[in-house]
């Protein structure tokens, strides 16, 4: 009886008991997992404008301003970001047209002065007031 309870090979276990390194190797595995963040695979790109979307001229454009608030470039109506996609394609192109301003005699203040501001804002170059004799009185 006294065999059974003798263990066969009576030598010391030499091999590595690795369960506790790959326990604490998951653990350090889930806490880098949790605190990489979160890559985006964005790429910015400043991508060149696209053709106007109205008629544009290579030697000069016009902007006449009506009442009720209606904008008019080169005789079609447009909005205010219309207006300012206009005039950032005129300013690039490789001969800068003019830009005439013909404001009615009963066009609002406001929409004028809003104009005028989409036109400095747009650091236009060559920009002038047509038709001023409208507003001479004799």
Not at 26 to 50: C, E, N, R, Y
Not at 52 to 68: A, F, G, Q, T
Not at 104 to 131: C, M, P, W
């Amino acid at each position: 009886m006294e065999h059974l309870l003798q263990p066969a090979d009576p030598r010391p276990i030499a091999d590595m008991n690795t369960t506790p390194l790959i326990d604490v190797l998951l653990v350090l595995l889930v806490m880098f997992i949790i605190t990489i963040p979160i890559q985006s695979h964005a790429v910015k790109l400043d991508l060149p404008g696209g053709p106007p979307l109205l008629r544009v001229d290579s030697i000069k454009n016009e902007i006449v301003i009506k009442r009720p608030d209606v904008i008019l470039w080169n005789g079609q109506v447009v909005d205010e970001p219309t207006l300012r996609s206009e005039l950032r394609f005129t300013q690039r192109m490789a001969f800068v047209p003019e830009l005439h301003l013909r404001p009615d005699t009963d066009a609002r203040y406001e929409t004028v002065d809003r104009v005028l501001g989409v036109i400095k804002s747009e650091h236009v170059e060559k920009v002038g007031f047509v038709g001023n004799e409208a507003y001479a009185h004799w």
